[in-house]
């Protein structure tokens, strides 16, 4: 099968020039124009080597990547960016990223880069993998008609079985252990990301929005409710 590169441009020329041009090469391409879109993607179909534009509006490249590997999702990140400056690539190589390009680029290198990218994933998906000794079952949480069971990492509305990634669980699980009780949005990044996106990131709010799709049904009350300007709150009205 040949690899999958999901691709994350907002520049739409550059975007659909770079799709066809490894699409030629052989691979199979999803292309995207936002940060938000390339998350949605990548935990939907994980893709073998991710192609991210830096500057990208709303969620940038970088927050893409802190993301990912916050959730310890380890795919190879290929940045292209127009910064030039030491600091703005070290930034990226510090939120995750495994290589960059910078633009103008020629396509060779970014063919060239995604190989050496590939080749290392190969080598170490053959690595062995430890026995990890199973942790003693925790009791099920539950509240607001929720029941949630850690060690299994499965979650019920009622008798309804809902399908979450990592974080959604972890940020379902943090909102259930403190419900009824308003989480302001710095204390739920560094509960589940490790770090603040800063106030103009909608990273939080992507994940809420999520979670709200998947919890909502008809006939039954909203349970994670907004408190503007302060954060979130689950409980069951």
Request: charged share 30%.
């Amino acid at each position: 099968m040949p690899p999958t590169v999901l691709l994350a441009e907002d520049d739409r020329a550059i975007r659909n020039a770079l799709e066809r041009a490894l699409a030629l090469e052989g691979y199979r391409v999803t292309a995207v124009a936002d940060g938000v879109e390339a998350l949605a993607h990548a935990h939907r179909n994980p893709p073998d080597v991710l192609v991210l534009d830096v500057m990208m509006p709303g969620i940038d490249g970088l927050q893409v990547c802190r993301v990912l590997r916050a959730e310890g999702d380890r795919t190879p990140v290929l940045m292209l960016t127009a910064l030039v400056e030491t600091a703005d690539r070290i930034a990226g190589l510090d939120a995750g990223a495994d290589d960059y390009v910078v633009k103008p680029f020629d396509v060779e290198e970014v063919f060239a880069r995604l190989r050496a990218l590939l080749r290392r994933t190969g080598a170490d998906a053959v690595a062995p993998v430890p026995d990890v000794p199973r942790p003693t079952p925790e009791r099920h949480v539950e509240a607001a008609g929720l029941r949630m069971d850690p060690q299994a990492r499965r979650a019920w509305r009622g008798e309804r079985e809902l399908e979450l990634t990592r974080t959604e669980f972890e940020l379902l699980e943090l909102l259930v252990r403190n419900a009824g009780i308003v989480l302001d949005h710095s204390t739920i990044y560094d509960r589940i990301w490790g770090y603040d996106f800063g106030p103009g990131s909608k990273n939080l709010a992507v994940y809420v929005g999520y979670l709200r799709r998947k919890l909502d049904q008809p006939g039954a009350p909203q349970l994670i409710h907004t408190v503007r300007g302060v954060g979130y709150v689950l409980r069951e009205d």
